[in-house]
């Protein structure tokens, strides 16, 4: 029996069933979960875990294939973003939705303004932000530009934009990526008070130290699905790693213990600061030597990327020094993709589609990208059809690359195929340095055991390999020494024997850290 | 069950939706005639005997065709790198007058076979002199060509009147023009030619400019498709952010592939400079520029296309005229009409025809595949 | 020889009635491109609303409805290029090209079968075109030496679409800035995303801006063929679209500047006219094709960076895609 006067209150949200797929790729599996009224509730889980694609069917960017959304006790249906902010869902996305050239008013009443008038809608906006400002501590001058504030406060427009909607649910997806400490400390007061007041938040993190210290309950995702709903006061940190990453199966590689001769790469100190003035990398200092694969780890936008980009001439770094088989790379003295190739430096880039190949291109004309003035594919005009066509048939015939037709189009082979075309383009030449990005992103099992054999034996003929990859079990597997990046920095470094998924999963969070110096000023 | 989208065979994509595209543009352009008072019918076959009904008229239409291949290329070149040069008039505009340059400095000087490469080579420059501003301006300022070009165009044409009235003109003339070149400066008509091997055919303007515009063509697709620089261009076209990891750079493309552009549009004043009015005079370009853009859309930017949509318009423009003196209801300006609609649809609304198409073709994949799964 | 205070107001009442078109194009494009769609056929626009315009006050006899078929074909035209670049996201600056291709040809094609004469309207009378009208007080202030004269000469003294044209800039200006509408507008041609991240149309907004864009051209159109002219005349538009989108860059986007912009083409126009064989002190004989040509050289300069920057709305040109 139920008690009439006393109901408990719906849950805020509740999904039931809900799935979501992109062409072959099911991003969203048959998730349930619930958050009640007035609590902060943390997703966490890696990158492609399906932790976006989630909260954007909830804001109707996306509609799911299939699953029900209940909002307050309340069947549901989110179209678009117009459904989501009716129901009172408001988020705060990772790439603010914000006019750069618009003042704070301006972007706060955008959509929702009071009137035909823009002079009602702002006076009632300043009350209201005022009000906002007050009860929640969102501090921000309304009548700045937004380009001409920090991201910390653009951040905190969002959120009043949300409020300003009658938002009673809030989604923040990724918020403290673009904060520095302090600003992240502040974004939590500013939740909780808000909690307090009765508003729900969901908040999208990979960053376990924050779940801990800010949120109520918890859920985990992995591949698509929910492994995971509990209450935070009940897990820890270590737990939380392990069910992110999961208890993958080591792949058997028959890797034989690296012999590292002399050294091919010599990084030192360093650091690149971008063109909006923003520190991406700081203080990097490793090696890599011939006959060794060295893997950095990290959460993807922790630097990974812009190191690859320096090393492989792409773009200059702004301190420190780097050298790499005989080439040196400072800020005065840059270097570019050619000079690279031809110090035997290959280069496979982390996005294929992007920079790897060119999808329009035949397989004939992406397996010499790069290599496309060499004298054997060029008379003095004309280019040498057949020996491109013939050159593609060697590689297409080394990696396995199906089907093995040079004039097809690169867009029409499967990823794993693609991705094994410019591996065997790039290792062909048997370079002396190998820059890896991602080298088995989207690729079928199959072919991920290939180009695992392939990196090896690069390494056994005396090649020295830097490997950035996402996956963990990749680095472990495949890695002689790992290297952690978080947050543009080197934070630790481990021996891949020794490695395991969730002291890595802890050093990319930069979680270790911090326990060794809570212990210490506690202890 | 998953609703994909079945990709098209490529020859829908290559051949049929052109001819969609170019049968929706026909369409409404008959339904203006009609609307006008003319059957529709009876004016596409007067277009189409104007234009291939005699050898006079074929040589007129492919005299036009000569031009249109030239600034198809121009545009399709630029297209390859993924730019829009839409300054082809001026660049005709100012090309023509390098070869005029060219020739009335030397006409009494030279033999023609030293004048002729000399003239093209004029054009050519001059014409490439016209783009590398706006060039140059978008690969290292940032300054959108749509717009420099467009502003090139009427530079041009002030620049142009500017030098015929002050500088050209023969003294004591009203006309602005230039005085006629000498015989040894006048590119052979394609009726002489064919006369000297004993073949008669009518009077027309064709001259040997139009091998020089199939040379070209040519010489385009080799550029394209079988040289480095060519792979170069259409990488940087189709990716950039793949170009620069392959260590091309994109401001280079741009200046180089700007500069053919340029080139090979200033050869439309060969055409007509050289081969057919043998002096310098106002006007001459007379919108070819613009036909270009159709030209290329409708070409795919590739040489064959190009000169198969140049000779469709060359015919266009020919059967027009003729249509005129036809139905005087119908003004000549009608090929503008049907030019406009080729380009609004085979250019801005290209793939207007594709989805339908798409479920079009996926209903018969849908069926192969069950019969398949059945066998 | 010597400029008088009445050679000066000839030249700059000739400045505003130049003007006038390139305002209401300027305006037009301000609209078009602050919502994200680059608009290069203002030239075409301009052109159809002025045959429009000739056309229908030739056969009823009444501008307004000269106006109305204008503001109406031009309506009809960007209702096009909104089917080609915002619906199916179609490169904007081809539908442009296609449409003053389209209108350069049609009107001619038109004015043959209705007028059987080779790209003309036949000439109307004055009661069929918008004439110059005397602001109240002409009579009681010419005799006030200098200010008279400029109320007179200069202030007073053109038709109806000339003070249409300073009110549209108002307008302008007002609706971007102070109303909702223009709130979203100029939000949708910086950044998509956030206008439909807060529950906006991109699509519907966009049409509307275009649709504005369509009624400033015709009125732009009407003044060109039976205010300023009493004919319509095959491409009388001759380039002043262009120049028009030439004035919307070096103002910035803005509707002041915009205007400006448009007098200091406007009064380049007079200049060159007034100036045509005269020799100068000092600096002898000015081309006439240089001055005519210096709004274009004056643009490119300025897009190049080297005075200033003109920086276009940041979604300009780009058709929104949802799909990410």
């Known amino acids: 029996m139920k008690d009439a006067s006393s109901p408990t209150p719906p849950m805020a949200i509740d999904l039931r069933g809900i799935s979501k797929s992109f062409g072959t790729v099911q991003a969203n599996k048959d998730i349930y979960f619930s958050v009640p009224q007035g609590t902060i509730h943390?997703?966490?889980?890696?990158?492609?875990?399906?932790?976006?694609?989630?909260?954007?069917?909830?804001?109707?960017?996306?509609?799911?294939?299939?699953?029900?959304?209940?909002?307050?006790?309340?069947?549901?249906?989110?179209?678009?973003?117009?459904?989501?902010?009716?129901?009172?869902?408001?988020?705060?996305?990772?790439?603010?939705?914000?006019?750069?050239?618009?003042?704070v008013l301006e972007n706060i009443i955008l959509g929702a303004e009071s009137g035909a008038m823009l002079s009602r809608s702002i006076a009632d906006a300043t009350?209201?932000?005022?009000?906002?400002?007050?009860?929640?501590?969102?501090?921000?001058?309304?009548?700045?530009?937004?380009?001409?504030?920090?991201?910390?406060?653009?951040?905190?427009?969002?959120?009043?934009?949300?409020?300003?909607?009658?938002?009673?649910?809030?989604?923040?997806?990724?918020?403290?990526?673009?904060?520095?400490?302090?600003?992240?400390?502040?974004?939590?007061?500013?939740?909780?008070?808000?909690?307090?007041?009765?508003?729900?938040?969901?908040?999208?993190?990979?960053?376990?130290?924050e779940i801990m210290d800010l949120t109520d309950n918890v859920s985990v995702m992995r591949q698509g699905q929910i492994v995971a709903n509990v209450k935070t006061s009940e897990t820890s940190k270590e737990e939380l790693a392990e069910l992110m990453v999961g208890r993958k199966i080591r792949m058997d590689l028959d890797k034989t213990a690296a012999d590292p001769k002399e050294t091919l790469i010599e990084i030192k100190h360093l650091g690149l600061i971008d063109e909006q003035q923003i520190k991406r990398l700081e203080d990097i200092t490793f090696e890599v030597h011939s006959g060794e694969i060295v893997g950095i780890a990290g959460v993807s936008g922790n630097g990974q990327s812009e190191l690859l980009e320096i090393l492989s001439g792409m773009r200059p770094c702004s301190k420190g020094e780097a050298h790499i088989n005989g080439l040196t790379i400072t800020p005065s003295q840059?270097?570019?993709?050619?000079?690279?190739?031809?110090?035997?430096?290959?280069?496979?880039?982390?996005?294929?589609?992007?920079?790897?190949?060119?999808?329009?291109?035949?397989?004939?004309?992406?397996?010499?990208?790069?290599?496309?003035?060499?004298?054997?594919?060029?008379?003095?005009?004309?280019?040498?059809?057949?020996?491109?066509?013939?050159?593609?048939?060697?590689?297409?015939?080394?990696?396995?690359?199906?089907?093995?037709?040079?004039?097809?189009?690169?867009?029409?082979?499967?990823?794993?195929?693609?991705?094994?075309?410019?591996?065997?383009?790039?290792?062909?030449?048997?370079?002396?340095?190998?820059?890896?990005?991602?080298?088995?992103?989207?690729?079928?099992?199959?072919?991920?055991?290939?180009?695992?054999?392939?990196?090896?034996?690069?390494?056994?003929?005396?090649?020295?390999?830097?490997?950035v990859s996402g996956e963990l079990d990749e680095l472990i597997s495949l890695a002689d020494r790992i290297v952690v990046m978080f947050d543009g920095r080197i934070v630790g470094e481990v021996n891949a024997a020794e490695a395991d998924e969730r002291t890595l999963g802890l050093m990319m969070a930069n979680a270790h850290q911090e326990d060794e110096y809570k212990e210490a000023t506690h202890g | 069950m998953a609703k994909t989208k079945q990709p098209l065979p490529a020859w829908a994509d290559i051949i049929l939706i052109p001819l969609i595209n170019l049968f929706i543009a026909f369409a409404v352009s008959s339904i203006i005639i009609y609307l006008i008072g003319e059957n529709p019918f009876e004016a596409f076959k007067v277009m189409i005997e104007g234009a291939f009904g005699t050898s006079e008229g074929i040589g007129y239409t492919l005299y036009y065709a000569t031009n249109f291949i030239f600034t198809g290329l121009a545009v399709a070149i630029a297209f390859h790198a993924m730019l829009f040069n839409i300054g082809g008039e001026g660049q005709a505009y100012i090309g023509g007058l390098g070869v005029a340059v060219a020739l009335l400095a030397l006409d009494g000087i030279l033999p023609f076979w030293a004048l002729f490469p000399i003239a093209i080579i004029a054009g050519m420059l001059f014409g490439a002199a016209w783009a590398a501003i706006p060039a140059y301006l978008q690969a290292y300022r940032g300054s959108h060509i749509v717009i420099t070009t467009i502003m090139f165009n009427f530079i041009a044409a002030n620049l142009m009147v500017y030098l015929l009235v002050n500088i050209f003109i023969v003294p004591g003339s009203m006309t602005p023009e230039s005085r006629v070149f000498t015989e040894n400066a006048q590119l052979p008509f394609m009726h002489e030619m064919l006369g000297w091997i004993g073949i008669q055919i009518s009077e027309s303007p064709l001259n040997l400019s139009f091998i020089v515009a199939l040379v070209v063509s040519i010489l385009f697709w080799i550029y394209v498709w079988h040289t480095r620089w060519g792979y170069a261009t259409r990488a940087v076209g189709f990716s950039e952010s793949a170009a620069e990891y392959a260590g091309i750079d994109p401001k280079k493309i741009i200046m180089v592939t700007m500069l053919i552009s340029g080139g090979l549009a200033g050869l439309a004043g060969l055409n007509e400079v050289m081969g057919v009015q043998h002096k310098l005079m106002l006007d001459f370009v007379a919108g070819y520029g613009f036909t270009g853009i159709a030209v290329a859309l409708m070409g795919r930017n590739h040489p064959v296309g190009i000169i198969l949509s140049s000779i469709l318009f060359g015919a266009l423009f020919q059967g027009g005229a003729e249509l005129a003196f036809e139905m005087p209801a119908i003004s000549k300006e009608m090929v503008f009409v049907i030019q406009g609609l080729i380009i609004l649809f085979s250019g801005a609304l290209a793939y207007m025809s594709k989805p339908w198409l798409e479920r079009f073709f996926s209903l018969f994949v849908g069926d192969n595949s069950s019969e398949m799964e059945v066998a | 020889?010597?400029?008088?205070?009445?050679?000066?107001?000839?030249?700059?009442?000739?400045?505003?009635?130049?003007?006038?078109?390139?305002?209401?194009?300027?305006?037009?494009?301000?609209?078009?491109?602050?919502?994200?769609?680059?608009?290069?056929?203002?030239?075409?626009?301009?052109?159809?609303?002025?045959?429009?315009?000739?056309?229908?006050?030739?056969?009823?006899?009444?501008?307004?409805?000269?106006?109305?078929?204008?503001?109406?074909?031009?309506?009809?035209?960007?209702?096009?290029?909104?089917?080609?670049?915002?619906?199916?996201?179609?490169?904007?600056?081809?539908?442009?090209?296609?449409?003053?291709?389209?209108?350069?040809?049609?009107?001619?094609?038109?004015?043959?079968?209705?007028?059987?004469?080779?790209?003309?309207?036949?000439?109307?009378?004055?009661?069929?075109?918008?004439?110059?009208?005397?602001?109240?007080?002409?009579?009681?202030?010419?005799?006030?030496?200098?200010?008279?004269?400029?109320?007179?000469?200069?202030?007073?003294?053109?038709?109806?679409?000339?003070?249409?044209?300073?009110?549209?800039?108002?307008?302008?200006?007002?609706?971007?800035?102070?109303?909702?509408?223009?709130?979203?507008?100029?939000?949708?041609?910086?950044?998509?995303?956030?206008?439909?991240?807060?529950?906006?149309?991109?699509?519907?907004?966009?049409?509307?801006?275009?649709?504005?864009?369509?009624?400033?051209?015709?009125?732009?159109?009407?003044?060109?063929?039976?205010?300023?002219?009493?004919?319509?005349?095959?491409?009388?538009?001759?380039?002043?679209?262009?120049?028009?989108?030439?004035?919307?860059?070096?103002?910035?986007?803005?509707?002041?500047?915009?205007?400006?912009?448009?007098?200091?083409?406007?009064?380049?126009?007079?200049?060159?006219?007034?100036?045509?064989?005269?020799?100068?002190?000092?600096?002898?004989?000015?081309?006439?094709?240089?001055?005519?040509?210096?709004?274009?050289?004056?643009?490119?300069?300025?897009?190049?960076?080297?005075?200033?920057?003109?920086v276009a709305p940041k979604a300009d040109g780009v058709p929104y895609v949802k799909e990410r």
């Open chain 1, 42 to 103: 943390g997703i966490v889980g890696e990158n492609g875990a399906g932790k976006s694609t989630l909260m954007s069917i909830l804001y109707g960017f996306y509609e799911a294939d299939s699953g029900e959304i209940y909002i307050d006790g309340k069947l549901t249906r989110i179209r678009n973003s117009t459904d989501a902010i009716a129901a009172g869902i408001g988020m705060v996305h990772q790439h603010f939705m914000l006019v750069e050239n618009f003042t």
């Open chain 1, 127 to 209: 009350t209201e932000a005022e009000r906002l400002e007050e009860e929640f501590g969102l501090h921000v001058d309304l009548h700045a530009r937004i380009d001409e504030i920090p991201v910390g406060q653009q951040q905190r427009v969002e959120t009043i934009k949300a409020l300003y909607r009658g938002a009673r649910i809030l989604i923040l997806d990724e918020p403290t990526g673009v904060l520095t400490p302090q600003e992240a400390d502040q974004l939590f007061d500013i939740l909780r008070s808000l909690r307090d007041k009765g508003v729900t938040v969901i908040i999208i993190t990979h960053k376990l130290r």
């Open chain 1, 334 to 467: 840059h270097s570019n993709p050619g000079e690279v190739r031809h110090a035997s430096i290959a280069h496979v880039p982390e996005d294929r589609l992007k920079r790897g190949l060119i999808p329009r291109f035949s397989a004939g004309e992406s397996a010499i990208l790069g290599y496309h003035n060499n004298p054997e594919y060029n008379g003095a005009i004309l280019s040498k059809a057949e020996a491109i066509k013939k050159h593609c048939l060697h590689l297409m015939d080394a990696f396995d690359v199906r089907p093995n037709h040079p004039a097809l189009k690169s867009a029409n082979f499967s990823g794993g195929n693609q991705q094994k075309l410019i591996l065997a383009r790039e290792m062909d030449p048997d370079p002396k340095v190998l820059l890896v990005g991602q080298p088995t992103r989207g690729v079928d099992i199959g072919a991920i055991e290939f180009i695992h054999k392939q990196i090896i034996a690069m390494r056994d003929r005396g090649s020295a390999v830097l490997l």
């Open chain 3, 1 to 310: 020889m010597e400029f008088a205070l009445t050679d000066i107001l000839s030249i700059l009442a000739a400045t505003i009635r130049v003007s006038t078109p390139l305002i209401f194009a300027a305006m037009a494009g301000i609209f078009s491109e602050r919502s994200g769609i680059v608009d290069i056929s203002l030239e075409g626009k301009l052109l159809a609303g002025a045959f429009a315009a000739a056309s229908v006050a030739a056969v009823t006899g009444s501008p307004w409805l000269g106006l109305l078929a204008a503001i109406v074909v031009n309506m009809l035209l960007s209702l096009i290029h909104g089917f080609a670049s915002i619906t199916h996201n179609g490169d904007q600056v081809v539908s442009g090209v296609a449409i003053n291709i389209i209108v350069s040809g049609l009107t001619v094609v038109l004015g043959m079968a209705w007028f059987h004469r080779a790209g003309q309207t036949p000439t109307l009378p004055s009661d069929a075109r918008f004439m110059p009208i005397h602001l109240p007080g002409t009579e009681a202030l010419s005799h006030i030496p200098i200010l008279g004269d400029i109320y007179t000469k200069l202030i007073s003294g053109h038709n109806l679409l000339v003070y249409v044209a300073f009110l549209s800039v108002a307008v302008t200006w007002w609706v971007l800035f102070k109303t909702r509408f223009g709130l979203r507008l100029r939000a949708v041609g910086e950044n998509p995303n956030a206008v439909d991240t807060a529950g906006i149309s991109v699509a519907f907004l966009r049409y509307r801006a275009v649709l504005i864009a369509g009624i400033l051209t015709g009125i732009g159109g009407t003044y060109i063929s039976i205010a300023q002219n009493a004919s319509f005349i095959r491409d009388m538009s001759a380039g002043q679209g262009y120049i028009a989108l030439a004035a919307m860059i070096f103002g910035k986007w803005k509707p002041l500047p915009a205007m400006f912009a448009c007098f200091l083409f406007g009064f380049l126009d007079a200049l060159a006219m007034r100036l045509q064989g005269v020799s100068l002190p000092y600096v002898g004989e000015i081309p006439v094709q240089f001055i005519q040509a210096s709004p274009y050289i004056l643009t490119v300069i300025l897009l190049a960076g080297f005075v200033g920057r003109a």
